[in-house]
Structure formats: structure tokens, C-alpha cells
């Protein structure tokens, strides 16, 4: 029966992910009908807490975009890369990871894979190099933001063992810039120089053309945008505050139990609050707010967590017991088992945060250390390796030269090396980590 019960959350997982979008999501519904009519499996309660601080986060997310704030920062990005060109194999990653680590979001890097492209074609450096380490770099910072819905699931799944944020993210910033800058370091003379490349010199025949951006004069900015990062900015700081020093969240008595502000409360409250003074404030188009790319991906990866993190949930603990009985020991004797767990599930699901929600509380359940978990966190980063996402898509679509691309044999594309190089660097750092000051 498990092993029935299992090909039926693969086939949910896999048939999900082909379908793409809340797709993922939809189909776990079908799984947990099939194990629940079907097998008698009580299902376990769904990951509410984690789904509305990701709603709460993703709506203030969605409102400094609405009002131009993802614009000012597109353009402070673009100064800082036109004035290092020849360094763009590592500013590019440094950019796209601090917009994601800011944003809480990788899909804010589409807006500067163009200007990428276009600094690394001028400045005669193979595109692929900056543009295959800037889109991993996005997705590495999902596991360092204090505000993705990823770190937010992992936070709320790792609270009962008295784990702060700042412990998160004391070994996963560190962690993730790190095995970036190597794998960055690792890359830089990729493939051949762009003037030897023969697909490019192809192009230049045909017509093609240096890349000239003139983006600054485009992106609109006001004062109102402005205000809204700063906004979000004293938001993000403020939840990293509260998660750090629980000391600072409020205490309420009840009877005669005394409780404290959870941070899945904390996480809401003020993130909501964030999104209502960039409405009040700015006077932002709400509708705006609903249509941007931003809030849409949000949504998906809460619809994805709904479904598919609840059918992996159920899953796991209807099987516990022989799960343990089985692999207990081997996971906890060599932990990086766990991480591969991770990874791979990561590829299948393409959410972080669904990939962490389903996974994490089987970690902890086999009894592998809530510090270990921190260091395997960065491996569920496993986006890159199937190239179908869609960051990784766009990069390749933006550079014009034809360095970036997807080989003939699929997985020799270009973002396979960093990728690899980034993920095994982060997770190794941040084992060094814990080992270090845990």
C-alpha cells in the first residue's frame, strides 16, 4: 500500500508540475481525494499559518510595485551595473540576489536580465556567464530573504524548537552569498569569449547590433516610489526584529496561561499594515496591486503549498511509522540524504516553499537536527536543473548574442554548471556554519 499510495503523489506531483501554475496545486487536491476516499487516510490540518503570511507578504509586495518602487530600485541596479561592466559576472548575481533578498521574490529578476544581456554585450563578456549565475543567484536568495514564503514556511515549521530568524538566516545569507561568489568565481571564463564564439559572430553578420538601454528614462520614479521602498524596507526590518528577539513581541493573559504574539501573527499583521500605509501613502492603483506579476506568483505559490504541500503532508504522516522504522537511522547518520531529498523534490514541485512545507516536517519527524535542516534549507533551490522555469526561460530569450541557451541534450544547458556548483557550495557553508556556532 505505501508504495501504491506513494506513485500516486509522484503522479499527482509530476502531472502538476507539466500542468504549471496553480496547476501544481489543483492536483494535489486530486491526490488527497484519492488517499482520503479512496484509501481512508485522515488527512492532516492544512498549512493555513504559512498560506496567509505568504498572502500578507506577497500583498505588500505586490503594492511597491504597484507603486513604482520596483522601478526605483530597477534603476538604482542598472547605475551599479553599468558602472562595474567589466565585473558584471559578479555584479550581476550580487544584484539579482539583493532584489530577491529585498523583494522576497526571484521574479523580480526579470526585470534586470535585460540590462544584463546588454552590459555584458557591450562590454564584450559572454552573456552567459552573468545572466546563468544571476537567475541562480535569485533563486539562492529565496533561501536568505527574511520575507520569502519559503524562509516564512520554514520559520513557522522550526518555532516550536525555539529557533529564531536570525539563526535562519545567520547561516543561510552567509551560506547562499557565498557559494554564489564561487560558483561566479568558478564560471567566469565559461565557454569561449564572446568575440571567438561563432553562433555570435554568426549573428553579427546577420545585423545584429549592440544593445544600447536607455531603461532609466523609461522606468518612471517619484517621490511616491521612493517612499514605498523605504516602506517596505522598515517592514522587513521590523519582522527580522521580532523573529530575531522574540523579547519584543507582545504577551497576552489569558486566564491563567500567558501566551505570546506568534510570528506567523507578527509576519501578517505588520506586512498588512505595510501594504495599507503604501496604499494610504502612496496612493498607488489597488487594482494594480492584484494584476502585477508579483502578487500572480505569490498566488500561485500559495495555491501550490495548499495543494501539494498538504498532500505530501498527509502522505508522510500516515506513513511515519515505517518511514522511520526504515530510513530513520541512514538520514540522520548521513543528513545530506535529506538534503538530495530536498533537491529532487524541488525540481519536481518548482516551489521552494511547497518543497519546504512538505518535506521539513518529515526532517524533523526522523529526527535530524532543526540546525542541520537550516544548512540543508538552500537545497531546495533544485529550480535550474529541468530548464523550464521561467526566469531561467526569459534569460535565455533576453540574450541576444545566443551564448545563453539549452543544449542538445537538455541538461547541458547553462545554467546546469552554477547551478550545481552553487546549491553543493551552500549547503556544505552552511553545515560549516552550524557546526561552527550551533
Not at 15 to 23: F, K, L, P, S, T
Not at 212 to 220: D, G, V
Request: glycine share 8%; hydrophobic share 55%.
Amino acid at each position: 500500500m505505501f508504495w501504491i499510495q506513494l506513485i500516486i503523489v509522484l503522479a499527482c506531483i509530476l502531472v502538476g508540475a507539466r500542468i504549471g501554475g496553480v496547476g501544481l496545486g489543483v492536483m494535489g487536491g486530486i491526490g488527497l481525494a484519492i488517499l482520503t476516499f479512496g484509501f481512508q487516510m485522515q488527512p492532516t490540518a492544512p498549512p493555513i499559518d504559512v498560506m496567509l503570511m505568504i498572502l500578507a507578504v506577497i500583498t505588500a509586495a505586490g503594492a511597491l510595485q504597484a507603486s513604482g518602487g520596483l522601478n526605483y530600485l530597477i534603476m538604482l541596479a542598472e547605475k551599479m551595473l553599468r558602472k562595474n561592466p567589466d565585473h558584471i559576472t559578479f555584479m550581476a548575481p550580487i544584484t539579482t540576489y539583493l532584489f530577491t533578498f529585498f523583494a522576497g521574490t526571484g521574479h523580480v529578476a526579470y526585470s534586470l536580465l535585460p540590462v544584463i544581456s546588454g552590459v555584458a554585450q557591450e562590454s564584450k563578456v559572454r552573456p552567459e556567464r552573468p545572466l546563468s549565475i544571476a537567475v541562480i543567484a535569485s533563486q539562492q536568495a529565496i533561501t536568505a530573504s527574511p520575507i520569502s514564503a519559503a524562509t516564512v514556511a520554514l520559520l513557522a515549521i522550526l518555532s516550536p524548537f525555539d529557533i529564531t530568524l536570525l539563526q535562519i538566516l545567520g547561516v543561510t545569507i552567509p551560506a547562499t552569498f557565498l557559494g554564489i561568489m564561487i560558483s561566479a568565481f568558478l564560471i567566469r571564463k565559461k565557454g569561449l569569449e564572446l568575440e571567438d564564439d561563432p553562433e555570435y559572430q554568426r549573428r553579427l553578420k546577420d545585423g545584429l547590433e549592440p544593445m544600447k538601454q536607455e531603461r532609466a528614462k523609461s522606468l518612471e520614479v517619484t517621490k511616491q516610489s521612493k517612499i514605498s521602498v523605504y516602506l517596505f524596507l522598515f517592514g522587513a526590518v521590523f519582522v527580522v526584529l521580532l523573529g530575531s528577539f522574540p523579547e519584543l513581541r507582545p504577551t497576552f493573559v489569558v486566564g491563567e496561561e500567558v501566551t505570546q504574539l506568534s510570528m506567523a501573527y507578527a509576519i501578517q499583521i505588520i506586512m498588512l499594515t505595510v501594504s495599507a500605509l503604501i496604499i494610504l501613502i502612496c496612493k498607488c492603483n489597488v487594482e494594480k496591486i492584484v494584476t502585477g506579476n508579483v502578487f500572480r506568483s505569490g498566488v500561485v505559490a500559495v495555491v501550490a503549498i495548499f495543494g501539494i504541500a498538504w498532500l505530501g503532508d498527509t502522505f508522510f504522516q500516515a506513513n511515519l511509522g515505517l518511514i522511520q522504522d526504515n530510513i530513520s537511522s541512514l538520514v540522520t547518520t548521513l543528513p545530506w540524504l535529506f538534503a538530495l531529498a530536498l533537491f529532487v523534490l524541488s525540481i519536481l514541485v518548482n516551489s521552494q516553499a511547497a518543497t519546504v512545507r512538505a518535506l521539513m516536517p518529515l526532517g524533523l519527524s526522523l529526527g535530524i537536527s532543526p540546525f542541520f535542516l537550516i544548512a540543508m534549507f538552500p537545497a531546495v533551490n533544485g529550480y535550474f536543473f529541468i530548464p523550464n522555469y521561467g526566469p531561467l526561460l526569459a534569460a535565455i530569450n533576453m540574450d541576444r548574442t545566443g551564448t545563453t541557451k539549452i543544449g542538445k541534450y537538455v541538461f547541458n544547458h547553462s545554467f546546469m554548471a552554477p547551478g550545481l556548483i552553487a546549491s553543493v557550495c551552500s549547503v556544505v557553508i552552511g553545515f560549516i556554519l552550524v557546526f561552527l556556532f550551533f
